[in-house]
């Protein structure tokens, strides 16, 4: 690809974000810790670009001090604009700087994901003056163009004739340098030189884009849904830039922190982006808004309905409803299934909407029961499909659940804000009673719950995980064939075989940081528990220990487990702790093999791409085991050696 220039219209006043833009210039909105323009040259970085230039009139002190922070200044040419010239007379301007070569312009508050190389690639191949980035989107389409995808006008009426189609500018387009003649001096409209050129027989093409993905933030309701719909795909129900002290702080889901906030004590967030300058009262409540120094902007929350609604069961729960009713999709996992939170007054609930054939439905409020009588901190069953032959249920596309709402809460995220050892120490400890109380107690009674004590983790389930894990990560994610799989599997076999030895009790089986909710009250509650079965303790203990999303210190964690394991003896007399630290090192070989398997499926298949960044601690894990056990199992060994830690995207 021929070496090009590209260009950043950053004068802009943002009259459209106000009052935001009096504080910070449009390109440094802050997109979870990384400003706009920061995004956008990344993007064109990616391409065979020189340097970038960037005009500047509003607030250019402050994105020259953002260059020089940011490591970009070298690759960036600015160009003061004493007035506004214009989209045009910006590039005129700066044609000392682009006249050499072709360029590329893209505007400082898009976010797309259009292919920069594909529209580079077209404007060469076609020989054309100007190609547009172009795309269907209603609201936008004023942009005319033939069978060709050549430009004929731009209006929201058509003027070209019949034969034409409507799509919408993308705010991208790639320039050949003769393009710079047809610009006066001045300001100008960079629309009306495409105009010029047509009417002079030039070559103005286009690309169309259409379903790629697009977002102008010029409106507090586009930068704000474009921040939160950002924290859904990398997985995040709340962001706090590292700069900030949130300690004791309370948070929601949708609590977005950027830096240069503070925050006093007592403070709750939910459903709100707080930018630079911004300082909440202590004890003050904060949401559905976008807060700054001296400025709230309130903002609609996000609402969602389930594709049927169970409209009894909730009136049973939360009273008949009204208009104070309202439901939003909540939760950032791995599952299939769909949870709302639902709210009528004060009174709120969580509603899980499974498919009717769901295999875990049933289990799930079976598991409720029980676990909930032996005081597993589980939430309470409200209301269910359960038994319910009646048409109402059976007219409905779903089955649904109605339970005790938990919050929003996890212990990764709680993580985020609680840097107190001491408080991070009193948490686990709770936990790990958890995993005492399920693995003597709870399980002593399991004879009570018969479909829990048939489901066994075997060896049949434990040989399922490494498999799952050779297919969706070795060879899925990471591309790799191994030369002697036979090898390779009587290894397997001989670990499965090892840990389906194991005396058994009741595990979670996913007993991690994301599944255990932490409740206003500061305690913890454990979700996602339909998948327990009978199975070794350890394989719990290694899953929130040696956990991916959560890396312990090593001191915490070998004070948690010699607490796990007096409380074990105090429960169990004939507790042998010595043996069932033996256990360990099997299970967490194992259980990282299943989890690196689940990173590979949910990212690869499921289009989750969020779970890649758990990759690199996973396989960290898993590749210190695998030495410390390569004796044992030498083929994993040096399968795992040729692999390395960074996740494929």
């Not at 890396?551 to 010699?562: G, Q, T």
Request: charged letters at 25%; proline letters at 5%.
């Amino acid at each position: 690809m021929k070496e090009t220039r590209a260009f950043i219209p950053a004068a802009g006043l943002g009259e459209r974000l106000r009052p935001i833009t009096n504080h910070l210039p449009k390109p440094l909105l802050p997109v979870l810790g990384k400003p706009v323009i920061e995004r956008v040259v990344e993007r064109l970085s990616a391409l065979s670009v020189k340097r970038i230039g960037v005009n500047l009139h509003h607030k250019p002190e402050m994105i020259r001090a953002w260059a020089e922070e940011s490591g970009y200044a070298a690759d960036l040419a600015f160009f003061f604009e004493e007035t506004i010239l214009g989209t045009g007379g910006a590039l005129k301007n700066a044609e000392a700087f682009l006249k050499d070569g072709p360029f590329v312009v893209h505007n400082s508050d898009i976010l797309s994901d259009i292919s920069l190389e594909t529209l580079l690639d077209s404007h060469f191949s076609e020989g054309n003056l100007i190609t547009l980035a172009v795309h269907g989107y209603h609201t936008f389409n004023n942009v005319w163009v033939d069978d060709s995808g050549r430009l004929r006008s731009v209006g929201k009426k058509e003027k070209g004739g019949r034969g034409l189609r409507n799509v919408a500018f993308t705010g991208i387009a790639a320039y050949s340098p003769e393009f710079l003649g047809l610009l006066p001096p001045g300001n100008s409209s960079v629309v009306d030189a495409w105009l010029r050129a047509v009417s002079s027989g030039l070559k103005v093409g286009t690309v169309d884009f259409s379903g790629c993905r697009w977002n102008d933030i010029g409106t507090p309701d586009a930068y704000s849904s474009y921040v939160f719909r950002g924290l859904k795909e990398e997985g995040e129900t709340i962001f706090v830039h590292p700069t900030v002290d949130c300690g004791g702080v309370r948070l929601g889901a949708n609590a977005v922190v950027e830096k240069g906030v503070f925050l006093e004590k007592g403070v709750f967030l939910r459903n709100c982006i707080l930018l630079p300058g911004a300082r909440p009262e202590m004890d003050s409540r904060i949401e559905n808004a976008i807060v700054g120094p001296d400025y709230r902007i309130d903002l609609k929350e996000s609402l969602s309905i389930p594709s049927s609604l169970p409209a009894r069961m909730i009136a049973d729960v939360l009273g008949d409803p009204s208009e104070r009713l309202t439901m939003t999709l909540i939760g950032a996992g791995g599952s299939d299934r769909k949870y709302y939170r639902i709210r009528n007054g004060a009174r709120k609930a969580v509603l899980m909407e499974c498919l009717k054939h769901d295999p875990d439905y049933q289990r799930h409020l079976i598991y409720t029961h029980f676990f909930r009588k032996y005081s597993i901190p589980v939430p309470e069953l409200l209301g269910s499909d359960a038994g319910d032959p009646g048409p109402a249920s059976l007219q409905r596309g779903n089955i649904f659940g109605l339970f005790e709402d938990l919050g929003d809460i996890s212990l990764y995220s709680w993580l985020k804000c609680e840097k107190d050892p001491r408080r991070v120490e009193s948490i686990y400890t709770r936990v790990m009673d958890i995993l005492v109380n399920l693995h003597t107690r709870v399980t002593s009674r399991v004879s009570e719950c018969l479909l829990l004590q048939s489901r066994v983790f075997d060896y049949a389930h434990l040989r399922w995980e490494t498999d799952y894990f050779m297919q969706r990560f070795v060879d899925g994610l990471k591309g790799k064939r191994v030369s002697d799989e036979g090898l390779l599997g009587a290894e397997f076999d001989r670990l499965a075989r090892k840990v389906d030895a194991f005396p058994k009790a009741i595990v979670h089986r996913d007993f991690q940081a994301q599944n255990i909710m932490v409740t206003g009250d500061g305690l913890p509650r454990v979700i996602d528990y339909q998948g327990a079965r009978m199975g070794p303790p350890a394989y719990d203990l290694v899953s929130v220990l040696w956990d991916p999303y959560v890396v312990l210190k090593d001191r915490l964690r070998a004070d948690l487990l010699d607490y796990y394991a007096a409380g074990v003896k105090k429960a169990d007399g004939a507790f042998d702790g010595k043996t069932f630290r033996e256990t360990i090192l099997p299970c967490r070989l194992q259980r990282h093999m299943q989890a690196l398997g689940a990173y590979g499926f949910l990212s690869k298949v499921k289009g989750r791409a969020y779970f890649l960044k758990y990759v690199p601690q996973a396989l960290c894990y898993l590749k210190e085991e695998a030495r410390e056990t390569k004796d044992e199992y030498p083929a994993l060994w040096e399968c795992l050696r040729g692999l390395d830690e960074e996740a494929e995207d």
